[in-house]
């Protein structure tokens, strides 16, 4: 550990900055984890994308499709590529508390530098604000390591802001991914942002996010490595213009990357969203690989139809 619990929240307002990435899982034709096209792809994010951080084994990792012990090499792979170069938040979360501890032990055995939990689903319960205190407590209470939250309306139900706000007066809670509407991130912002960071991964806001609400801390998505190249990084650009407060600047340049953002989403299947992550990140020359079940993947229709799009989107390779 770089700190202990009560410089939790100093130490991530100092590192936790920039660009963050939500990383996506390569796996081989027989469904392993690819060790070698992760370690290949992350150094891609950090070396030539100037990434600044890494969301290990989320939604977008396919987390749920992974063993508690695949869960923990995919951490040991990120920690020992970021090393000394990019920071590494871990995702823990799992609806057994038990398996969420266990990994978040791990994650700080391990060398990361903070883990993020999502709120938990809660079948038939009504009044759930004490039961999400009470959730991060005993989290806070057990491990050392800063602790993001993250809510999001796959658990059912989005965590207020009033209730992320009594969350975050605990010693090591130092950020919330918040995939809400604006006014609830705005709202809380208001409301906790002098101890915690708050994000959310919608790229297209980004920028509105710095210049309005403040914000020094994307977190995360997969856009930084999917709108980016190793010759075209806009997306740093503007975050770099944006952070200078060279807002029209930085507006010119986010804006150039809309036929990148609209040819992504006209192409991408509706039912196939990791899926068409990987095989754009193969488009750009990284390591895509396939998804583990239930996610489906791509027809060779809708390989060609994503290539036809990626290929006038703009991109500089």
């Known amino acids: 550990m ?15 900055r920039g660009i963050w990435a939500a990383a996506l899982n390569p796996f081989s034709a027989d469904l392993t984890l690819d060790e070698a096209g992760l370690r290949s792809n992350i150094r891609h994010w950090i070396d030539d ?11 977008q990792g396919e987390y749920w499709s992974m063993s508690v012990e695949e869960r923990k090499r995919n951490m040991v792979i990120a920690v020992q590529e970021c090393a000394g170069k990019a920071g590494t938040i871990m995702s823990i979360s799992d609806q057994n508390m038990d ?15 903070y883990v993020v939990v999502h709120a ?13 205190y009470q959730y991060y407590k005993r989290f806070c209470d057990e491990l050392d ?22 969350i975050a007066d605990l010693p090591n809670i130092v950020a919330i991914k918040y995939s809400v509407p604006r006014k609830m991130y705005a709202r809380l912002t208001q409301l906790a942002g002098d101890k915690i960071q708050v994000s959310t991964s919608l790229e297209e806001d980004w920028l ?32 770099e213009l944006a952070f200078a407060g060279k807002f029209d600047e930085a507006r010119k340049v986010r804006d150039s990357l809309d036929p990148v953002r609209e040819a992504m989403k006209r192409s991408k299947p509706a039912g196939k969203p990791t899926a068409f992550g990987k095989f754009w990140q193969q488009l750009l020359g990284q390591v895509g690989g396939r998804v583990r079940p ?24």
């Not at 490595?225 to 075209?232: E, G």
Request: with cysteine; aromatic share 8%; net charge negative.
């Open 120 to 132: 938990p689903m809660l079948s038939f319960c009504q009044d759930r604000s004490e039961v999400l």
């Open 294 to 317: 239930p996610m489906l993947e791509l027809t060779e229709d809708e390989k060609s139809s994503i290539r036809a799009a990626f290929e006038t989107c703009g991109l500089t390779l």
């Open 2 to 16: 770089k700190y202990s619990k009560h410089e939790a929240k100093d130490y991530a307002r100092e590192n936790m």
């Open 208 to 239: 509105d996010n710095i210049e309005e609400l403040d914000w020094r801390l994307y977190l995360c998505s997969s856009p930084p490595y999917q709108v980016q190249t190793a010759s075209d990084k806009r997306m740093q650009e503007y975050t």
């Open 99 to 113: 398996t969420a501890l266990e990994l978040g032990r791990h994650a700080q055995e391990c060398g990361a530098d």
């Open 49 to 59: 994308l100037e990434i600044k951080g890494l969301f290990v084994a989320g939604k």
């Open 145 to 166: 390591i800063g602790i993001a939250m993250w809510s999001h309306p796959d658990s059912g139900y989005l965590m207020q802001p009033e209730e992320c706000a009594r």
